[in-house]
């Protein structure tokens, strides 16, 4: 059984930095993009970051610049480094396997997701 568990989430301030991980069980994955969703209250599920098998990086624009995600096959993990973090990137942040090896920005190409990490910047 596939499992994805994300972790490092929390309360920070405007400003900080944070790095969320998410550790994948039941298979490996270094055949596979990966990629970061977010969720704020209200809203739909946004794209945040996406890596491909080659570890081509895509961002969504609104964090852009200030995001980077990482892989580490030997690991099964994927990483989201937040930095310069803003009251709007909050949110549940969800991370994802894609269903081929190529990264993109469409939740429905991504098969498996995990449970989610509330992120919290406050002014």
């Known amino acids: 059984q596939v499992q994805l568990a994300e972790s490092g989430g929390g309360l920070v301030q405007a400003g900080d930095s944070l790095r969320l991980s998410c550790a994948a069980s039941?298979?490996?994955?270094?055949?596979?993009?990966m990629g970061w969703f977010r969720q704020a209250p209200g809203k739909n599920r946004e794209f945040v970051a996406a890596?491909?098998?080659?570890?081509?990086?895509y961002y969504g624009a609104s964090v852009q610049g200030r995001f980077t995600i990482s892989r580490d096959n030997d690991k099964n993990t994927v990483y989201l480094q937040m930095n310069s973090l803003k009251p709007e990137d909050t949110a549940v942040y969800f991370c994802?396997?894609?269903?081929?090896?190529?990264?993109?920005?469409?939740?429905?190409?991504?098969?498996?997701w995990g449970q989610g990490t509330q992120v919290t910047v406050s002014s």
């Open positions: 039941g298979r490996t994955f270094s055949d596979n993009a």
């Open positions: 890596i491909s098998t080659r570890e081509m990086l």
């Open positions: 994802a396997i894609g269903a081929t090896r190529f990264a993109t920005a469409h939740a429905r190409d991504y098969d498996y």
